[in-house]
Protein backbone atom coordinates (compact mmCIF):
# COMPACT_ATOMS: atom_id res chain seq x y z
CA UNK A 1 0.00 0.00 0.00
CA UNK A 2 2.76 2.12 0.86
CA UNK A 3 4.76 1.76 -2.70
CA UNK A 4 1.58 2.24 -4.44
CA UNK A 5 0.77 5.82 -2.63
CA UNK A 6 4.18 6.81 -2.67
CA UNK A 7 4.35 5.79 -7.10
CA UNK A 8 1.37 7.76 -7.11
CA UNK A 9 3.34 10.84 -5.65
CA UNK A 10 5.87 10.40 -8.08
CA UNK A 11 5.52 12.41 -10.58
CA UNK A 12 5.09 15.37 -8.40
CA UNK A 13 8.90 14.96 -6.79
CA UNK A 14 11.94 16.28 -8.62
CA UNK A 15 14.45 14.60 -7.37
CA UNK A 16 15.59 12.87 -3.96
CA UNK A 17 19.15 14.55 -2.88
CA UNK A 18 20.34 15.07 0.44
CA UNK A 19 21.95 18.38 0.03
CA UNK A 20 20.99 19.70 -3.70
CA UNK A 21 17.78 21.21 -2.07
CA UNK A 22 19.62 23.23 0.19
CA UNK A 23 20.40 26.11 -2.38
CA UNK A 24 17.66 25.21 -4.37
CA UNK A 25 15.13 25.80 -2.18
CA UNK A 26 17.02 28.84 -1.04
CA UNK A 27 17.10 30.04 -4.18
CA UNK A 28 13.15 29.22 -5.19
CA UNK A 29 13.95 26.80 -7.84
CA UNK A 30 11.93 24.57 -5.52
CA UNK A 31 9.28 25.30 -3.15
CA UNK A 32 9.06 22.51 -0.81
CA UNK A 33 11.82 19.98 0.93
CA UNK A 34 11.98 17.02 3.17
CA UNK A 35 15.01 17.17 5.12
CA UNK A 36 16.64 17.30 8.16
CA UNK A 37 16.00 20.61 10.39
CA UNK A 38 19.62 22.35 9.74
CA UNK A 39 19.57 21.90 6.36
CA UNK A 40 16.29 23.91 6.15
CA UNK A 41 17.42 26.46 8.70
CA UNK A 42 20.78 26.76 6.25
CA UNK A 43 18.36 27.28 2.95
CA UNK A 44 16.48 29.92 5.55
CA UNK A 45 19.79 32.01 6.38
CA UNK A 46 21.00 31.63 2.52
CA UNK A 47 17.91 33.19 1.03
CA UNK A 48 17.74 35.90 3.71
CA UNK A 49 21.89 36.55 3.13
CA UNK A 50 21.09 36.82 -0.62
CA UNK A 51 17.88 39.14 -0.24
CA UNK A 52 16.15 37.24 -2.64
CA UNK A 53 12.62 37.99 -1.64
CA UNK A 54 12.54 33.74 -0.42
CA UNK A 55 10.47 33.26 2.72
CA UNK A 56 11.36 29.45 4.06
CA UNK A 57 9.30 28.17 7.14
CA UNK A 58 10.58 24.84 8.90
CA UNK A 59 8.07 23.05 10.46
CA UNK A 60 7.91 19.48 12.13
CA UNK A 61 4.66 17.32 10.97
CA UNK A 62 2.33 17.00 13.72
CA UNK A 63 1.73 13.48 13.15
CA UNK A 64 6.04 13.29 14.19
CA UNK A 65 8.75 12.25 12.84
CA UNK A 66 12.33 10.36 12.82
CA UNK A 67 14.02 12.01 15.64
CA UNK A 68 17.63 12.99 14.47
CA UNK A 69 21.29 12.49 16.21
CA UNK A 70 24.88 13.77 15.13
CA UNK A 71 27.58 11.58 16.54
CA UNK A 72 31.25 11.57 17.51
CA UNK A 73 32.36 8.27 16.99
CA UNK A 74 36.24 6.81 17.28
CA UNK A 75 36.81 3.74 15.01
CA UNK A 76 37.69 0.54 17.87
CA UNK A 77 41.14 0.23 15.98
CA UNK A 78 41.67 3.94 15.82
CA UNK A 79 45.77 4.64 15.09
CA UNK A 80 45.46 7.94 17.00
CA UNK A 81 43.05 6.90 19.78
CA UNK A 82 44.46 9.59 22.56
CA UNK A 83 43.87 12.96 19.83
CA UNK A 84 41.16 11.03 18.66
CA UNK A 85 38.89 11.10 22.30
CA UNK A 86 41.29 14.40 22.82
CA UNK A 87 39.16 16.09 20.15
CA UNK A 88 36.06 14.08 21.20
CA UNK A 89 36.36 15.54 24.72
CA UNK A 90 37.57 19.42 23.43
CA UNK A 91 34.47 19.59 21.21
CA UNK A 92 31.96 18.85 23.95
CA UNK A 93 33.18 21.31 26.55
CA UNK A 94 30.35 23.65 26.83
CA UNK A 95 32.37 26.58 25.58
CA UNK A 96 33.48 24.88 22.18
CA UNK A 97 30.35 23.46 21.68
CA UNK A 98 27.60 26.21 22.37
CA UNK A 99 29.34 28.36 19.54
CA UNK A 100 28.87 25.22 16.94
CA UNK A 101 25.26 24.48 17.53
CA UNK A 102 24.57 28.65 16.74
CA UNK A 103 26.49 28.58 13.54
CA UNK A 104 25.14 24.98 12.17
CA UNK A 105 21.48 25.51 13.66
CA UNK A 106 21.95 22.24 15.23
CA UNK A 107 21.00 21.37 18.75
CA UNK A 108 23.84 20.05 21.10
CA UNK A 109 23.89 17.15 23.63
CA UNK A 110 26.11 18.84 26.03
CA UNK A 111 23.20 20.05 28.83
CA UNK A 112 25.84 22.43 30.51
CA UNK A 113 26.10 24.47 26.94
CA UNK A 114 22.36 24.97 26.59
CA UNK A 115 22.90 28.32 28.30
CA UNK A 116 25.93 29.62 26.56
CA UNK A 117 23.67 28.48 23.24
CA UNK A 118 22.45 31.95 21.89
CA UNK A 119 19.04 32.46 22.87
CA UNK A 120 17.98 32.92 19.23
CA UNK A 121 19.17 29.36 18.45
CA UNK A 122 18.21 28.01 21.92
CA UNK A 123 14.95 29.64 21.56
CA UNK A 124 13.98 28.62 17.77
CA UNK A 125 11.65 25.76 18.16
CA UNK A 126 13.16 24.36 14.91
CA UNK A 127 16.62 23.32 16.47
CA UNK A 128 15.46 22.70 19.98
CA UNK A 129 11.97 21.67 19.57
CA UNK A 130 9.69 21.87 22.41
CA UNK A 131 8.86 19.07 24.87
CA UNK A 132 5.73 18.30 23.47
CA UNK A 133 7.22 18.30 19.74
CA UNK A 134 9.92 15.91 21.39
CA UNK A 135 7.13 13.81 22.34
CA UNK A 136 6.13 13.38 18.73
CA UNK A 137 9.71 12.26 17.70
CA UNK A 138 10.37 8.52 17.19
CA UNK A 139 13.92 6.45 16.86
CA UNK A 140 14.15 4.12 13.73
CA UNK A 141 14.10 0.66 14.56
CA UNK A 142 16.25 -1.65 12.70
CA UNK A 143 13.96 -4.09 10.28
CA UNK A 144 14.26 -7.74 10.03
CA UNK A 145 16.71 -8.17 6.53
CA UNK A 146 13.42 -9.53 4.58
CA UNK A 147 11.60 -6.43 5.61
CA UNK A 148 14.52 -3.86 5.28
CA UNK A 149 15.06 -5.68 0.96
CA UNK A 150 11.80 -4.72 0.41
CA UNK A 151 11.96 -1.17 1.96
CA UNK A 152 14.92 -1.05 -0.13
CA UNK A 153 13.01 -2.30 -3.03
CA UNK A 154 10.20 -0.01 -2.71
CA UNK A 155 12.66 2.86 -2.46
CA UNK A 156 14.63 2.10 -5.68
CA UNK A 157 11.44 1.92 -7.49
CA UNK A 158 10.38 5.17 -6.27
CA UNK A 159 13.17 7.34 -6.66
CA UNK A 160 13.66 5.90 -10.26
CA UNK A 161 10.15 6.43 -10.92
CA UNK A 162 9.09 3.19 -11.93
Request: net charge positive; aromatic share 8%.
Amino acid sequence: KAEALLLKLRPHIAYFNSSKFISDLSNGNICVAVGWSGAMLEAKTNAEQANNGVKIAYSLPKEGAPVWFDTLVLLKDAPNRAQGLAFIDYLLRPEVIAPVSDHLSYPNGNRAATALVAAATRDNPAVYPSPAAMATLYTLEPLPKAVERVRTRVWSKVKNGQ
